[in-house]
């Protein structure tokens, strides 16, 4: 779809001054909701409990947005005694920030005639075409415009809604095949064929969030001697590092239509600063004075996935061996992304630095690594620098891309608190009982879905549904009580009681869970059917099935049966768990 472009935009006295101007929604600590330019952001930002954008992938790109500025404006912190001193200073933390986006306010004006902030000026099809907004806006409808207040899509938006956008596409834009611009040597017949999705969408973002935006942003403003990736060749480069290479893209030349010169890119990004802000597309907002009504979109800078470990820390990491034979290398890591049908909590082997049997045989390196964000943190618990009593928000953040990446399917957002004495060495063993507790609890859903299917087979059916819908209640169920169960850890306690009174805990639910699955068994499942295969024939009814499912729970709980009986349900009377007989495999 494209616009009737009836004049190109040339009045330089137009302007609109992000540093003055209100375009950060934010919710305040009272619960107010308010509006504000990036100076109040940083000035009040004792007083905002966080960023409140129009979806929470803008939130991220937004943090990440004011991060870079921070990290600009204080050149650093040097070092984890510079940083002790900002995290102690309070409101005044950020007291150099005002003076910092005065010197470049330019860099800021959303219509500035050549410098707009994250655009490129006078950047045009040949054709003069301007497209609808709502290839930058995520959350206008692809195919079926249900459950939207954007129906049909997006004609017109304010200047602050605008910018957010802006930021948001050079993050999370999608893929696939755009209109080729003026200038750009990649262009062919008037397209610009496919480079991936926008950097952030690559991660599975991953942010450290505190009681206020200050604490949000000092969490995650990781000093320059701290490394954020495994080791390796380049594992010293900084996350803070202030070298010439690391400048946010204000303080770079303008971008031409063009991607930057091949040894340009082959350098970068240097840092932070620059990834933070990576010019990953090419664009212009097309506005008059009343708002913005079209845009012009193209490919920007391109950022290969592989092995950004020591510059990104804001995701987890895994090896490929697929890459490291496409590649000819003998390590490579990619981002980890989230997986958007999990909770945050059934991902937290992700955020916990692996025991060190996790290595490959022989002194490998490791196969999975955590976010250098917490590293940081753990190394900040460590230190001793914060209460290792401290409950940390980890918020995870992330897109799901369908269609060739060509749309944006979904957009996740989840969080899980706990202490940050669980991310450093001195609490190591209490990070890993809550892995540990997580796996109990996969393993004991798992075996809930066994029943499901098991009283389905005996009734003669052969569908999948009645397991997934059990999965999904045990997992409902659990949800909450592991947050609680895991918000409560503190230093001091004991790792295999933390575990045995989780177990209890599951036992509870997952046993009630499945006496509510046979007590709505129908007839056919009472009667059973005989079963036959390789071991040879048994029969299966609602009672053998929960005969075996008491056993199994048995199996993957032991502790939950070791403790007192009296504190969780049993398996019933009648029925001795050990007795019951081995089922033929169940197909996950």
């Not at 046979?518 to 059917?529: F, I, L, Q, S, T």
């Amino acid at each position: 779809m494209t616009i009737d472009q009836t004049a190109r935009p040339s009045d330089e006295t137009r302007s609109f001054d992000l540093t003055e101007q209100p375009w950060l929604p934010v919710l305040l600590a009272d619960g107010a909701e308010a509006l504000l330019s990036l100076r109040e952001v940083f000035a009040r930002a004792e007083e905002i409990r966080r960023l409140a954008g129009d979806v929470p992938t803008q939130d991220f790109a937004l943090v990440r947005l004011l991060l870079a500025i921070a990290h600009d404006a204080l050149d650093g912190p040097s070092d984890l005694d510079a940083w002790a001193d900002l995290w102690a200073a309070g409101g005044t933390a950020f007291a150099s920030v005002p003076e910092y986006l005065d010197r470049h306010r330019a860099g800021f004006d959303l219509l500035h005639p050549r410098t707009p902030f994250f655009q490129t000026a006078g950047l045009r099809t040949s054709n003069d075409e301007v497209f609808s907004l709502n290839r930058i806006i995520a959350d206008v409808p692809n195919g079926d415009p249900f459950f939207t207040t954007r129906f049909p899509g997006a004609d017109r938006i304010t200047f602050a809604e605008a910018a957010r956008w802006v930021v948001h596409a050079h993050a999370y834009d999608t893929s696939g095949i755009k209109t080729g611009v003026v200038g750009d040597p990649r262009a062919k017949n008037g397209k610009a064929y496919p480079q991936g999705v926008a950097w952030a969408g690559n991660l599975g973002g991953v942010l450290a969030e505190g009681r206020t935006l200050r604490e949000t942003l000092l969490l995650n403003l990781i000093a320059a001697d701290s490394r954020t990736g495994a080791a390796g060749p380049a594992a010293g480069v900084a996350a803070g590092a202030s070298g010439a290479g690391d400048r946010p893209a204000w303080r770079r030349p303008p971008c031409g239509p063009g991607a930057a010169a091949d040894d340009d890119l082959v350098s970068r990004p240097g840092g932070v600063r620059d990834l933070y802000t990576w010019q990953s597309r090419r664009l212009r907002l097309v506005s008059d004075d009343t708002g913005v009504y079209g845009v012009v979109l193209s490919y920007g800078d391109p950022l290969a996935q592989q092995d950004k470990q020591h510059v990104e820390p804001m995701t987890g990491w895994r090896r490929s061996q697929a890459q490291e034979k496409k590649l000819s290398r003998p390590l490579v890591y990619m981002p980890r992304e989230h997986d958007p049908a999990r909770a945050a909590w059934r991902g937290l082997a992700a955020l916990i630095a692996p025991r060190g049997q996790d290595a490959g045989a022989g002194g490998d390196p490791p196969k999975t690594l955590c976010p250098g964000v917490v590293e940081w943190l753990a190394r900040l618990s460590t230190e001793g620098v914060l209460p290792r009593g401290m409950l940390i928000r980890v918020r995870t953040y992330g897109a799901v891309y369908g269609t060739q990446q060509s749309v944006i399917d979904e957009i996740t957002e989840d969080a899980v608190a706990m202490a940050v004495v669980l991310l450093g060495e001195s609490g190591r063993a209490l990070g890993w009982a809550a892995v540990d507790a997580v796996a109990d609890a996969e393993s004991a859903v798992t075996v809930l879905g066994d029943l499901a299917t098991d009283l389905e087979r005996a009734s003669g059916g052969e569908s999948e549904s009645g397991r997934n819908t059990a999965r999904d209640a045990g997992f409902g169920v659990l949800d909450g009580l592991f947050r609680i169960w895991l918000g409560a850890i503190r230093e001091g306690d004991d790792p295999q009681q933390l575990r045995t009174a989780w177990q209890c805990i599951v036992r509870r639910e997952v046993s009630r869970l499945g006496s509510e699955l046979v007590a709505r068994a129908g007839d056919a499942a009472w009667e059973g059917r005989v079963l036959t295969d390789a071991k040879g024939s048994v029969w299966l009814n609602t009672a053998s099935a929960d005969l075996w499912f008491r056993s199994r729970l048995k199996k993957k709980l032991p502790r939950a049966y070791d403790s007192d009986p009296a504190a969780v349900p049993g398996p019933g009377p009648g029925v001795d768990a050990d007795s019951a007989p081995d089922l033929p495999k169940v197909p996950a």
